[in-house]
Nanobody, 121 residues
Framework: QLQLVESGGGLVQPGGSLRLSCAASGFSLEGHTIGWFRQVGREEREMILCIHPDGTTYYVDSVKGRFTSSKDNAKNTVSLQTNSLKPEDTGVYSC???????????????WGKGTLVTVSS
């Protein structure tokens, strides 16, 4: 079964950090475009980070300098390190993957169910 599973979410105070993980099973993440998305309530899901197969990474302005992502091919996982968290970072964080170089958007092939990050004092 092809799936992505996120973990690492939780409650954190403003200024804190969390490390999220996205684990793939049933397929290899090598050669895939990988995206991290954030959704707040019923608002439209926002792409916050996109990693292309060649390693080129795009960050949305709101997370630049605070979030970084890395891929571990041996473990078939992608991590998202979130630092200096703000209340507006609260949301459900999901990862997605596509077996080609493409834009990170709603048309990606595989999606995880997400992990909730709550930034609050």
């Amino acid at each position: 079964q092809l799936q992505l599973v996120e973990s690492g979410g939780g409650l954190v105070q403003p200024g804190g950090s969390l490390r999220l993980s996205c684990a793939a099973s049933g397929f290899s993440l090598e050669g895939h475009t990988i995206g991290w998305f954030r959704q707040v309530g019923r608002e439209e899901r926002e792409m916050i980070l996109c990693i292309h197969p060649d390693g080129t990474t795009y960050y949305v302005d709101s997370v630049k300098g605070r979030f970084t992502s890395s891929k571990d091919n041996a473990k078939n996982t992608v991590s998202l390190q979130t630092n200096s968290l703000k209340p507006e970072d609260t949301g459900v964080y999901s990862c997605a993957a596509a077996p080609r170089a493409q834009r990170c958007d709603g048309a990606m092939d595989y999606w995880g169910k997400g992990t909730l990050v709550t930034v609050s004092s």
